[in-house]
Every structure is written in C-alpha cells, then in structure tokens.
C-alpha cells in the first residue's frame, strides 16, 4: 500500500511538473509567436509599398514628403533625425550614467545605494509624455539662453531630455554589472598600491565592459523608438540636418503624425507607415546585434 502511495505520488508529481513546463512553454512560444506576427504585419503592409516606390529612392532619397501634392520617399530625413536625438541623447547620458553607475558600485555605501538607486530608477517610470512637455516648455528656454537663436522646436532639447530618460536603464545595469565582478580583483588591485578610482576605472570597469556594452545597447534602442519626446519637442518637419540645434522629424514621430491623420486605409501614403515602421525595427535589430557582438567579444577578453 505504501509503495503503491508512493508511485501515486510520483506520478502526480511527474504531472505536475509537465504541467509547468508546458505553461512555461507556451509563454515562451506566445512571445516568439508575437514578435514573429510583428515581422510579417510589417513585411506584408511594406509589399505594397515597395511595389510602388522603388527601395533605392526610400533607402538613398534626401526628400521625405509623402503626403504632399508631389510625394517623395526619400526616408533618409526620417532616418538622420533618429539617429541625430539618439546620439545627442549618448552623449548626454554617456558621462552621466556611467560615472553614477560608478559611484553606485564602488564607493556609495549600501545605505546611500539604497536610496539613490530606486530613486534613479522612478525615472523610468515617469511617462514620456512628461518628457516631452518639459523639453518643450523647460529645457528649449533653458537652452535658448545660452543659444539665443535656438528654435522652439529642436534635436538638442529632445536629445538630451531622452538623454534624462534613459538614465536608469544606463546606470542601474551598468552598476549591476560592475557589483557582479570578483571581489578578488579589486582586492589584488588594492594589494598592489592602486587607489579605489585607479581600480574603478582600470580594473573594474574593464572586467565589467559587456555588462555596460549590454546597458548602452538597451539605452540606445530605448531612444531609437522614442516617440513622445521627439513628437513635441524636435518638430515634425523631416530636415536632412547634422545640426542639432535644428528641428527635425524621427521615424516614430512621423508615424504618429499619419496614425492621427485621416488616411484611406491601403493607400500609399498609410503604407509607409509600415515602411518606416520596417525601417526602425531593422535599425533597432542592428543595435541589438552589435550589443550581441560587444557582450561576446569582451566576455572572450576577460
């Protein structure tokens, strides 16, 4: 009767845990599932468009213009002020992240920790609408005393309040990944005469770089598709310009200008929705790859 019981409960067991592993399984499967429906979505609206427009005038044309009477589809404008509020937003958030991520990891003391890091971390969780209306009313006035001609509408606000929003994702995974390197290693630094900076920023910060390679990466794709920001703060007119200070459209931002509109649904100009939206997901998977590459290569070197 025991041996009976037992077997009984092995075999509720075993079911138990196949009952898990198939409830683990269909989430796992559910996001490659929604992810992959994303893809086709994108891929099948963009057929349509392509078949239109020719893919060397959407990737290489310098005019954006699509709702105009004369439609262009030129998506570099489009692409160029992506790319020009992410890097004004890396270089912002660069310094910053890193050296709070420091100071986190190597000399705040586990109280001071506790209380700067969560507050750090409130800042993601603050909606980037919120952002958005204070690098329009706060930061543009702030910066348009020191740049006196500096439009309403521009790159360098939004860069740099996106630069303030991505903060925490920088310098929480940063400081996670400088906290995970051996004790061993700064103790031998220590031993050899070095100062805790000198081993901060020549022992630690190395044997950490995937883990901060990995939290720029994250930033950097959190910018990429930042919507709100650049909505309100850097204008909607597509401006093929290296200058900051000009204003200038983003790939979400043009996006959520024709998702507003009234647009026939199948017509050329809401298929290029798709298109830019195709555009901004291969340049957000190319950022992932590199983070890929940069997390393999650092975790070979040390």
């Known amino acids: 009767m025991a041996s009976a019981l037992t077997v009984g409960e092995r075999r509720r067991q075993r079911l138990r845990e196949h009952a898990i592993e198939a409830v683990l399984l269909v989430a796992a499967a559910s996001s490659v599932f929604v992810t992959l429906a994303i893809v086709a979505v994108l891929v099948y609206e963009s057929l349509g468009f392509f078949t239109t427009v020719p893919i060397t005038e959407f990737l290489f044309g310098t005019t954006w213009t699509p709702l105009f009477a004369n439609p262009q589809y030129g998506i570099l404008p489009l692409l160029g002020g992506t790319l020009l509020s992410t890097a004004v937003a890396l270089l912002f958030v660069a310094p910053i992240g890193l050296v709070t991520a420091i100071y986190l990891s190597e000399f705040a003391s586990s109280r001071v920790r506790e209380v700067i890091k969560p507050i750090l971390e409130l800042l993601s969780g603050v909606p980037t609408v919120v952002y958005g209306f204070f690098a329009l009313l706060f930061m543009t006035p702030f910066l348009q005393t020191f740049v006196p001609d500096l439009p309403g509408f521009n790159i360098l606000s939004a860069g740099i309040v996106i630069g303030i ?13 400088m906290r995970a390197v051996p004790n061993n290693l700064r103790d031998g630094s220590l031993a050899m005469g070095a100062t805790r900076l000198e081993t901060a920023f020549k022992v630690v910060l190395p044997a950490a770089t995937s883990g901060v390679a990995a939290a720029f990466i994250l930033g ?8 709100m920001i650049v909505a309100i703060a850097a204008g909607q007119q597509p401006n093929l310009t290296l200058d900051p200070r000009e204003p200038a459209a983003t790939i979400t931002a043009y996006i959520v200008q024709v998702a507003l509109g009234d647009l026939p649904h199948g017509s050329l100009a809401y298929q290029t929705i798709f ?22 290569k650092f975790r070979e070197v040390y």
């Open 165 to 177: 929003m991505i903060i925490p994702y920088v310098a929480s995974l940063s400081e996670d990944a």
């Open 220 to 227: 950097i794709s959190r910018a990429v598709g930042e919507t």
């Open 275 to 296: 298109a830019a939206g195709l555009m901004l997901l291969l340049l957000t998977l190319v950022f992932n790859i590199a983070g890929f590459w940069l997390r393999h």
